[in-house]
C-alpha cells in the first residue's frame, strides 16, 4: 500500500514541477503571480525530496543529516500567501511580514552551503561538527517556525479572499470577478495539510524524536492539492490571470445635496436612473463610474442597495443584464444572434459572467431558456 500512495505522491509531484516551468516560463501566462505559483509548486517539490528522497546518498554524502539539503520548508508559506495576495491585489499590504520571512527563509536554505563546505574540505558535516542536540532543537525550531508562519499565511489567504469578494459584491458589476471559488478551495485544501503537520510537530515534543510516519500522509494529501490545481489549470488556463484591484479607493467622492434625501427616496431615484439609462450595458461598469453618473456617492449608493433592495450592487447590475438578456432572448425567436452576442448586448463581459449569472437567477442556461421557451420549428 505504501508503495502504491508513494508512486501517487511522486506522480504528483512530477506533474507539479511540470506545472510550475509552465507558469514561470510560458509567455502566453506569464506574470508575476503565476511565477509565484511555480516557485511554490517547486519548494513543494524540494522539501518532498528533503523528506522522502528515494536515496539515502549521493557519493559518500549522506542525505539523511539535518541540512544535507536545502531547508526550503519556509518559503512554501510564504510563496503560497504572497501567490493569493498578489491576484487579490493586496501584497502591498504585508510587504514587510513578506520580505522579513523570504530573507529569513533564504538564510536558513543556505545553511546547506556551510554542510557542503565541511563535507569536502573538513570531511564532516553539520551534525558531527556541531553539538548533536544543538542541531536538532534548530531543525525543530526551523520547522516549528514555518508551521507557525503557514497557520499565519493560511488565515490571512483566507481573510482576505473573503475581503476581496465582498469587495466585488459592494463594487464591481463583471460577475466573472465573484468566481474565485477555486481559489478558496486551494486554500481549503491545504487545511488537512496543516492539521497533520502540527500532529506531527506535537509528537516531537511528546516523543522528543522525529519521525518519518507522517511524511508520506502529508505528501498524500499535497498530492491530492496538486493534482486538483492541474486539473483547475486544465479546465480553465485563464483561470490564474491575476485579478483586478479595486479602483474605490483611489476616487474621491463630490459632496452633493443628493445625500440629503431619504433613503427609500434616493433608492427609488438609483433604480430608475439605472433602468432608464441603462448603465448595466457598460461592460466594466463600478459602483464609482456609477455614482459619478448619478452624483450620488459610492457609499451613499451601497447603503440603499444593500439596506432597501436587499442586494449587492454585483447582484443588482446583474439582476438589469439578465432580464436585458432575457428580453433579446424572446425577441430574438429566429435563432439570430449568438448566445455570446446576447451576453455583449445586456452588458455582460464574457459569455461565462452570462452563463453564471443567468444559471444563478432563473436557474437554466440562456441556451435552455431559450430552448425550452421557443423551441426551433
Not at 69 to 95: A, C, M, T
Not at 200 to 208: D, E, K, S, W
Not at 264 to 285: A, F, V, W
Request: with cysteine.
Amino acid at each position: 500500500m505504501n508503495s502504491i500512495l508513494y508512486f501517487i505522491v511522486w506522480a504528483a509531484l512530477l506533474q507539479g514541477l511540470f506545472l510550475a516551468l509552465i507558469y514561470i516560463f510560458s509567455k502566453k501566462h506569464g506574470s508575476f503571480a503565476n511565477t509565484l505559483l511555480g516557485l511554490f509548486l517547486i519548494a513543494i517539490v524540494i522539501e518532498a525530496i528533503t523528506a522522502i528522497h528515494p536515496f539515502r546518498t549521493i557519493g559518500t554524502y549522506t542525505l539523511a543529516e539535518y541540512f544535507a539539503l536545502p531547508d526550503v520548508i519556509l518559503f512554501i508559506p510564504i510563496l503560497f500567501l504572497h501567490f493569493v495576495l498578489e491576484k487579490l491585489g493586496s501584497s502591498h499590504k504585508y510587504r514587510l511580514f513578506l520580505k522579513v520571512n523570504y530573507f529569513v527563509a533564504l538564510c536558513i536554505s543556505l545553511i546547506t552551503l556551510l554542510n557542503l563546505y565541511l563535507f569536502f574540505f573538513e570531511s564532516s558535516s553539520i551534525s558531527s561538527t556541531f553539538d548533536f542536540s544543538v542541531v536538532y532543537w534548530f531543525h525543530f525550531g526551523v520547522k516549528s517556525y514555518a508551521f507557525l508562519i503557514t497557520v499565519y499565511a493560511f488565515f490571512i489567504a483566507w481573510q482576505e479572499t473573503r475581503r476581496y469578494k465582498i469587495l466585488v459584491q459592494n463594487e464591481f458589476s463583471d460577475y466573472n470577478l465573484l468566481q474565485i471559488n477555486w481559489l478558496q478551495y486551494l486554500i481549503y485544501l491545504l487545511l488537512p495539510v496543516v492539521v497533520l503537520w502540527g500532529v506531527a510537530l506535537l509528537r516531537v515534543v511528546i516523543v522528543t524524536d522525529f519521525s518519518d510516519d507522517f511524511d508520506i500522509p502529508i505528501f498524500g494529501l499535497i498530492a491530492l492539492f496538486l493534482y486538483y490545481l492541474s486539473y483547475r489549470a486544465y479546465l480553465h488556463p485563464n483561470l490564474f490571470e491575476r485579478l483586478p484591484e479595486s479602483i474605490l479607493e483611489k476616487e474621491s467622492a463630490k459632496p452633493n445635496i443628493s445625500e440629503d434625501r431619504g433613503t427609500k427616496e434616493n433608492s427609488g431615484r438609483i433604480e430608475k436612473l439605472m433602468t432608464e439609462n441603462e448603465y448595466y450595458l457598460d461592460h466594466d461598469l463600478t459602483i464609482g463610474t456609477f455614482a459619478r453618473e448619478v452624483n450620488i456617492s459610492p457609499r451613499k449608493i451601497s447603503t440603499c442597495i444593500n439596506q432597501d433592495l436587499g442586494k449587492n450592487f454585483n447582484e443588482w447590475v446583474n439582476d438589469f443584464r439578465v432580464k436585458k438578456a432575457k428580453e433579446l432572448l424572446e425577441q430574438d425567436t429566429d435563432y439570430r444572434l449568438s448566445i455570446e452576442g446576447i451576453g455583449l448586448e445586456s452588458g455582460f463581459k464574457s459569455r461565462s459572467a452570462l452563463y453564471a449569472a443567468f444559471k444563478n437567477k432563473l436557474g437554466c442556461s440562456p441556451g435552455e431558456y431559450r430552448k425550452s421557451n421557443f423551441p426551433v420549428h
